[in-house]
């Protein structure tokens, strides 16, 4: 079992920053996704990293603008976002594999995932 608390959303004007942490209360698992589901839309994937070699994927809408890190000591990822935009509004969620890899499936697909947290909305409007 993994527990998974997001924090950090909150209310910002275009071009602004925020950053998201995802604590963890375990470290079983291989990969932490950040995922966002704006209004009315499906849950889509943002970015990645997995602990074993580090690797990171995003999306092609946040490459550039947004960062995905872990610090090991305090078990929690982060995701640092800049130049915000309006579509980038919805509720983020982070999400953590715990099953063992195996070539299979998708990082971006919900169901490659085993353990969610509740999300935090992250908003950004003028």
């Known amino acids: 079992q993994v527990q998974l608390v997001e924090s950090g959303g909150g209310l910002v004007q275009p071009g602004g920053s925020l950053r998201l942490s995802c604590a963890a209360s375990?470290?079983?698992?291989?990969?932490v996704g950040w995922f966002r589901q704006p209004p009315e839309h499906q849950r889509e994937g943002v970015a990645c990293l997995s602990l074993g070699d580090t690797s990171t994927h995003y999306a092609n809408s946040v490459k550039g603008r947004f960062t995905i890190s872990r610090d090991n000591a305090k078990n929690t990822v982060y995701l640092d976002m800049n130049d915000l935009r309006p579509e980038d509004t919805g509720v983020y969620f982070c999400?953590?594999?715990?099953?063992?890899?195996?070539?299979?499936?998708?990082?971006?697909?919900?169901?490659?995932?085993?353990?969610w947290g509740q999300g935090t909305q992250v908003s950004v409007s003028s």
């Open positions: 999400a953590a594999r715990s099953r063992r890899l195996d070539g299979s499936g998708w990082y971006f697909d919900v169901d490659w995932y085993d353990f």
């Open positions: 375990s470290v079983n698992y291989y990969v």
